[in-house]
């Protein structure tokens, strides 16, 4: 079957590095991306990780693990506007051909003064 | 660019009407994904196409529902007829690959069936 898990919620102070895990389990896997989404607002993209390793952008990085079947997404210098819901996605090739996109639930993050 | 247009941003209709929800991706993006989102269920995947041809499209919840992509540059989905439990946020997404690559989100349409 597949699962794709990451924690509900996630509170952390300004200026504090946060973690968020995600952890899959899919056939045909072959990378995963982070998306962040505002109330209200559209989920945009913020990085992917198709092999092992930690992928650097700005505030935010973001780590897979294939062998662990284990990614996160950390973020550093916490900033107030940084409260929104951030989703772990698994990328997948099925067998039936195509390409396949799953969303986790989201993790929303508080952010604190 | 202007980014992945959908129309429209809020429709309200009573339950058992039509509704069509439209969408016009990122000019030169030849994928376009429909998904849904509400509170119980997250981010759904509904249905993507590329290069205009329907790919994967088993995320449809029923026959109620139907997308179609006539050209690049436009598509829509279809509830027919509307029941409240399809009351979400649909979003329309379109990237230039139909793997990991970025997709591009629209803002949205909130539907609200009475």
């Known amino acids: 079957g597949q699962s794709l898990e990451q924690p509900s919620e996630v509170t952390a102070v300004e200026g504090a590095i946060v973690q968020i895990n995600c952890t899959y389990q899919t056939s045909g896997f072959y990378g995963l991306s982070w998306y962040q989404q505002h109330d209200g607002g559209a989920p945009t993209f913020l990085s992917y990780?198709?092999?092992?390793g930690l992928e650097e952008t700005g505030r935010f990085s973001s780590f897979l693990s294939r062998s662990d079947s284990y990614g996160y997404l950390l973020l550093q210098e916490l900033q107030m506007k940084d409260s929104a819901s951030y989703f772990c996605a698994v990328h997948r090739a099925p067998n039936t051909g195509g390409f396949k996109t799953i969303f986790g639930a989201g993790t929303r993050l508080f952010v604190k003064a | 660019d202007a980014g992945v247009i959908q129309s429209p941003r809020h429709e309200v209709t009573e339950m058992g009407q039509e509704v069509t929800l439209r969408c016009k991706p990122i000019s030169g993006h030849n994928s376009l994904f429909w998904y849904r989102q509400t509170m119980m269920r997250g981010l759904e995947l509904l249905i993507y196409f590329n290069n205009n041809v329907p790919i994967d499209d088993s995320g449809m919840p029923e026959d109620r529902f139907s997308a179609k992509m006539p050209n690049a540059s436009f598509s829509t989905l279809k509830i027919q007829p509307s029941e409240p439990r399809d009351s979400a946020v649909y979003f329309c997404?379109?990237?230039f690959g139909q793997g990991s690559d970025t997709q591009y989100f629209g803002p949205g349409t909130r539907l609200t069936v009475l």
């Open positions: 990780n198709g092999l092992d």
């Open positions: 997404a379109s990237s």
